[in-house]
C-alpha cells in the first residue's frame, strides 16, 4: 500500500530536523481578539488535544464558554518547528494539535475531555475518516499526574460505551504534554475565516457520561 509508510510514527533518527526558529504567529484571535501566546492570565490552564484536522476541531473549543483562546499546531513528534507540509510528509511523528486555553472556574477539565472524545471517533488509529496518515492520530497531552489519571478514566469509561456501541478499541495516545508547535498564520481559527471550509471531523454519536467521573 502506498500510503504504509504514513501509518507508521517516524524513529527520532528517522525525522525531519526541522529548524530553530518558530513560524510567525497572529497576535490576535481571529474570532475574539485575545491573544494566542503565553503568557495567558490567571487562573487559566491548557488543554492539548490531537483529534484529526484541526480546523474543525479548533471550532469545537473556541465556541465553549469559558475558553480564553485557541490555537492549533502541531505536537507529539520530533521535529522542531515542523512546517505543515513536513507534518502531513509523516516524516516529524507529529500530530495535528488543538491548544485550548480555559478557566477552570467555568468550565471544567472533564467538560474538555467530554468534548475531546465525542468530536471525534478515537477508535481509527492513524486516520480520521478520509484523512490519513499519523498527523491525523488521536492524542491527548497531560500537564500532571492528576490530568493523566482523570485522562485515563474518561478513557475507560469511554471504552465501555463505544464497545457496547460496537465500536472497536481506543487508540488515543495519552502523554505527558510535549512542546506545542503553533502552526502557520493561515491555519489559526481557519473556519472562522473560511465558514465553508473543510471539516472532516464527524464523532461516533456515543454519550460520554462525565458524571460518575466527577463523583469519583
Not at 478520509?130 to 489519571?149: F, I
Not at 491555519?187 to 462525565?210: D, E, S
Request: charged letters at 20%; glycine letters at 10%; hydrophobic letters at 35%.
Amino acid at each position: 500500500m502506498a500510503l504504509d509508510y504514513k501509518l507508521r510514527l517516524p524513529l527520532a533518527n528517522e525525522a525531519l530536523p526541522g529548524r530553530p526558529d518558530a513560524v510567525p504567529v497572529p497576535t490576535e484571535h481571529f474570532v475574539h481578539g485575545r491573544p494566542l501566546q503565553p503568557p495567558f492570565p490567571e487562573p487559566t490552564e491548557i488543554l492539548v488535544a490531537g483529534l484529526g484536522c484541526f480546523w474543525g476541531a479548533e471550532r469545537l473549543f473556541w465556541q465553549l464558554d469559558g475558553v480564553y483562546t485557541t490555537a492549533v499546531g502541531y505536537a507529539g513528534g520530533h521535529t522542531r518547528n515542523p512546517t505543515y507540509e513536513e507534518v502531513c510528509s509523516g516524516l516529524t511523528g507529529h500530530t495535528e494539535a488543538v491548544l485550548a486555553v480555559y478557566d477552570p472556574g467555568v468550565v471544567s477539565y472533564l467538560e474538555l475531555l467530554r468534548v475531546f472524545w465525542e468530536g471525534h471517533d478515537p477508535t481509527q488509529g492513524m486516520r480520521q475518516g478520509n484523512d490519513v496518515g499519523t498527523q491525523y492520530r488521536s492524542a491527548l497531552y497531560v500537564n500532571n499526574a492528576e490530568q493523566m489519571k482523570v485522562a485515563q478514566r474518561s478513557r475507560d469509561e469511554y471504552q465501555q460505551r463505544l464497545q457496547n456501541a460496537g465500536y472497536g478499541d481506543i487508540s488515543t495516545e495519552i502523554l505527558e504534554a510535549p512542546i506545542f508547535y503553533y502552526a502557520e498564520h493561515y491555519h489559526q481559527q481557519y473556519l472562522a475565516k473560511v465558514p465553508n471550509g473543510y471539516c472532516g471531523l464527524g464523532g461516533t454519536g456515543v454519550r460520554c457520561q462525565i458524571e460518575p467521573l466527577v463523583q469519583a
